[in-house]
């Protein structure tokens, strides 16, 4: 079974190269998460996704943000947000699903974290504040069998980005962004990716332009697992597919897709 994470930077801009991809793929993916939605609920392509067979959970929010589940495997229960509607969730970031069937007591998480901004910015500081609020959120998982996947908007090593010098102390490597991710992955998370290709470096994500061509990116999309997901995790990888093609116009981020076998 597959469960994928893709940034698709516009669900309604980028659904015929998504389309495109689950063909291509010969729809593999049983759990497909997308964030940066950029539309309300009302505005997301449902028919499409049904007619491939899946059920879709989402929380979308107008011209920005908004995160989507669609699963082929039954769902049993579905929480949207991490405050209850409270003041964190102004800005639909997270949705969570319960899976049922074969996969029944698998939890996935949906994640679309902050941006945030140049140091002691507004943006900069809701970031870290937000990530605090997401690990207070997570922290009663650990004992699940939960995979947590999406864009968390942090580079966590100076091998996840191109030029480590370059790009030092600036979005997404700053130390302290760093330490606000390492704090969720310390609330008893694995990231996936570093656990089963240590050593090896991959991007997810490309500015426009010749980025791609020259692999001038960043790694800030991610599936962290629980123990108990670790352990039936069978493989992690990202497809370049879908951010090569030149038409239909690709997302900036690549898919990436975690193997698990119950």
């Known amino acids: 079974m597959k469960i994928c994470s893709f940034n698709v930077n516009s669900i309604r801009a980028r659904l015929p190269l998504l389309l495109d991809w689950l063909g291509h793929r010969g729809d593999d993916i049983d759990v497909l998460c997308l964030q940066e939605l950029k539309t309300v609920d009302e505005g997301f392509p449902l028919s499409e996704f049904q007619a491939l067979g899946y059920h879709c959970e989402l929380y979308g929010q107008k011209a920005f943000n908004g995160v989507a589940i669609c699963s082929r495997l039954p769902v049993v229960s579905v929480t949207k947000g991490i405050d209850a509607g409270g003041e964190w969730d102004k800005q639909r970031r997270v949705i969570l699903v319960r899976l049922g069937g074969a996969a029944g007591g698998i939890t996935v998480v949906n994640v679309y974290a902050p941006h945030g901004g140049e140091r002691a910015s507004e943006k900069f500081n809701y970031k870290l504040q937000w990530y605090e609020k997401f690990r207070e959120y997570l922290s009663t998982m650990a004992h699940e069998t939960a995979f947590v996947v999406g864009d968390f ?102 898919p990436l897709i975690v193997e698990f076998q119950i």
Not at 164 to 185: C, G, Q, S
Not at 232 to 247: A, E, F
Request: with cysteine; hydrophobic share 40%; glycine share 6%.
């Open 153 to 254: 908007n942090v580079a966590r090593y100076d091998e996840d980005v191109y030029d480590p010098a370059a790009l030092k102390d600036t979005i997404a490597t700053m130390p302290e962004e760093r330490r606000a991710f390492e704090n969720v992955i310390d609330s008893g998370f694995t990231d996936v990716f570093s656990r089963l290709c240590p050593g090896r470096r991959q991007f997810t994500w490309w500015a426009y332009g010749a980025a791609i061509w020259r692999d001038q990116g960043m790694r800030i999309d991610y599936a962290l697992a629980t123990a108990q997901a670790v352990n039936i995790t069978k493989g992690i990888g990202v497809d370049l597919w879908p951010r090569r093609k030149k038409t239909p116009t690709p997302s900036d981020h690549a």
